[in-house]
């Protein structure tokens, strides 16, 4: 029996530091041209420069990047853009921005979905 607790001990204390491991690991820096349908549902993090910024009357916000390579939009969830609108507000267009989120699919485009208030820096 103490070698059960033990080895469930060992797989709880693993499982808690991959948990901690997955929350603070960021994807390696991609291109935009990179972001394509091999990498859906994954995390990507990608550099831009903003192109467009809009705001939805329910107070989420979509924001275009644009890099070298292409453009691709990001959408921020209201309780995500809740926490960046005073910045978005301040920031003019070609700022440059970092964003790490999942990259999904809206009305047949590629988009990157932020999904957590750590997803957005300038």
């Given at each position: 029996?103490?070698?059960?607790?033990?080895?469930?001990?060992?797989?709880?204390?693993?499982?808690?530091?991959?948990?901690?491991?997955?929350?603070?690991?960021?994807?390696?820096?991609?291109?935009?041209?990179?972001?394509?349908?091999?990498?859906?549902?994954?995390?990507?993090?990608?550099?831009?420069?903003?192109?467009?910024?809009?705001?939805?009357?329910?107070?989420?916000?979509?924001?275009?990047?644009?890099?070298?390579?292409g453009e691709i939009d990001v959408y921020l969830p209201y309780n995500v853009a809740a926490s960046y609108k005073d910045m978005l507000n301040a920031t003019e267009l070609e700022t440059e921005l970092e964003v790490i989120g999942s990259v999904e699919v809206y009305k047949g485009k590629l988009e990157i979905v932020i999904e957590n208030m750590g997803g957005i820096g300038v």
């Open positions: 029996m103490d070698l059960v607790h033990i080895a469930l001990v060992i797989s709880i204390f693993g499982l808690l530091m991959l948990t901690y491991a997955s929350e603070h690991l960021e994807p390696p820096l991609s291109r935009i041209d990179q972001v394509t349908s091999n990498t859906l549902g994954k995390n990507v993090r990608i550099h831009g420069n903003i192109s467009e910024i809009h705001e939805f009357e329910g107070g989420s916000i979509l924001i275009s990047l644009q890099d070298p390579t």
